[in-house]
């Protein structure tokens, strides 16, 4: 399963018990701060872009999360030394928030842990509302095809 940044569900082939998730950045400081980490490590949008035959615009538009490229958010949590993208969305997210001081390792994994948390509880919610609605489900199937 996997969720989105505006946490719609959507169903994959196999439903699986491991889902994925992907942050993005949702506000401008968040995009700016992305950015000022990239320029701190002595990077422009265009080198993240480069070696991936991306343009700037493009990347300029994941960083600031009106679009979506794995390879853009993968080259950039490498780039920054990040394990993932999420990473790097959630320092962001945490730095904006409270100005006064740089995220830590260990409240970035607080973070992800508990936003893995909200997303899986909100799965099972799902999960229980088409339990619950599959009696319904057949009983409209079967009024349909008694009309034909």
């Known amino acids: 399963m996997i969720i989105t940044k505006n946490e719609n569900f959507r169903n994959t082939a196999k439903p ?4 994925e998730y992907r942050l993005r950045p949702k506000t401008q400081e968040e995009a700016q701060y992305i950015k000022y980490l990239l320029k701190l490590k002595g990077y422009s949008c265009t080198d ?3 070696p991936l035959d991306i343009t700037k615009g493009t990347v300029l538009n994941v960083v600031s999360g009106r679009r979506r490229s794995r390879k853009v958010e993968a080259e950039i949590a490498r780039l920054l030394g990040r394990s993932d ?3 790097v969305v959630i320092e962001a997210r945490l730095a904006v928030s409270n100005p006064a001081y ?3 390792k260990k409240d970035i994994d607080e973070y992800k842990a508990e936003v893995a948390a909200r997303f899986r509880e909100r799965a ?4 229980r ?3 619950s609605l599959a009696p319904m489900r057949e009983a ?3 009024i349909k095809n008694q009309r034909r």
């Not at 099972?124 to 999960?127: F, L, T, V």
């Open 16 to 19: 699986s018990v491991n889902f």
């Open 48 to 50: 993240v872009g480069l």
């Open 85 to 87: 993208w999420n990473e």
């Open 102 to 104: 740089r995220p830590t």
């Open 124 to 127: 099972e919610q799902k999960q």
């Open 129 to 131: 509302i088409i339990e």
């Open 140 to 142: 409209v199937g079967a």
